[in-house]
């Protein structure tokens, strides 16, 4: 059994704070095939949240398959989230590490890399959305 | 969707003090309303009216299919708890629980001792005794013992501290989620953050008149903020609302309730949270009171 937190300030809505909680906790093993999440009453006795955030929540990574609710049982997992190939991470954190030493000799500092990677990443999304709207 | 709470043009008069004013609020099953304004708002007012506490003096009102009134079969719906938080010192939280029973229909004491239990608190000591946040655990739970349709919250947490807060709001989600839709919740606080995690619905009043009533996802979708060179807005007011201006001498903040896309490419945009829509709503409303905000960049 897991537990959960949610920040209130973080910026990110309350019911994705629960849907990345359980997606992290599924690739890091802490939760494995079968296990059972807790209730919706426990979550919202424990983090004080609306239930239907709870709901919400868990309705999500039901449509990604990740989870189950079994009718009077509660919320079972299913499977783990579809993830690139093992070895995935540590490539592309190699490239990143050769970026980031370019990027401070070049003269930046972590608060230019950081926005410089929030901007690429917004551009290149809203590049996609443009692209996904034109094929619809 | 059914509606627990229905006002029409409500308002309530003491004397010559008007304490709320063609007040108008939907309310729908299983919600949980934040129910915010000033001190003075009428807050109180309206749950008073609601509870059947109150007559008032115009308007309409329905709650639970009814309208509000001091007889058994209307006010077993209901479960009241008021801003001071109304315990017999010297009785136990059993005592309390033992006489409820002799009042209530429909009483679950045993409810009540189970959801006691868990947090510890004792149920053979006297209420006096307790700490704040304990005694506020110990109303809470014999609200719910009653078995209320409508739980109507006046200001229960603003006396405790953050962890009896948290404990509190939790108890009161979790009977919301075992109750599976049946119960509606009316909870007025100054805590916006508690009510940003815990509420659905929203009902915002100032000046005695209602200000905002919706659901809070929908109402968050619709106003951004719009931040840009100050500019005439006649334009933007043609096609959405502003709802509230801060503007220096070369900068327009503004809250816009949106009717459409932006189309004005000289604004950026930003999403809004509780805190700003209720601040913005509030300011709008105290117009007078923040002018010298304008002033002030005028000057420069």
Known sequence: MISFRVDGRSGVPPYLQIVQQVRQALRMGVLSVGDQLPTVREVVAEVAVN?????????????????????????????RPPGPPPGTHSRLGRSLARWVREARSAGLDDESIESL???TLRADSAVRDSDSEEIA | MNTAIETQGLS???RRVTALSDCSITVPESRICALIGPNGAGKTTLL?????????TGGDVCVLGGTP??????????????????????LTAEDHIKAGAHLNPRWDGESARTRLRELAIPLDRAAGTLSGGQRAQVALALTLAKRPRLLLLDEPVAALDPLARRHFLGTLTAAVAESGGELTVVLSSHLIADLERVCDHIVLLAESRVQLCGDIDTL????KVLVGARKDTSALERAH???????TARQSTLLVRLDGPVLDPAYEISDVNLEELVLGY???????????LTAVGEDQ
Do not use: C, W
């Open chain 2, 241 to 247: 609302t502003v709802v509230h201006a801060v503007r």
């Open chain 2, 282 to 292: 509030m300011g709008a409303s105290a117009a007078p009171a923040l002018a010298h």
């Open chain 1, 51 to 79: 239930p239907n955030t709870v709901l919400k929540a868990y309705r999500d990574l039901e449509r990604e398959g990740l989870v189950e609710a079994r009718a009077g049982q509660g919320t079972f997992v299913r499977g």
């Open chain 2, 69 to 90: 009134r001091q007889d058994p079969e209307f006010l077993a719906g209901i479960g009241y708890l008021a801003q001071d938080i109304p315990l017999y010192r010297r």
């Open chain 2, 48 to 56: 008073r009216l609601l509870a059947g506490l109150a007559r008032p």
């Open chain 2, 220 to 223: 968050l979708a619709e106003h």
């Open chain 1, 117 to 119: 990677l929030r901007v």
């Open chain 2, 12 to 14: 309530k008069r003491y």
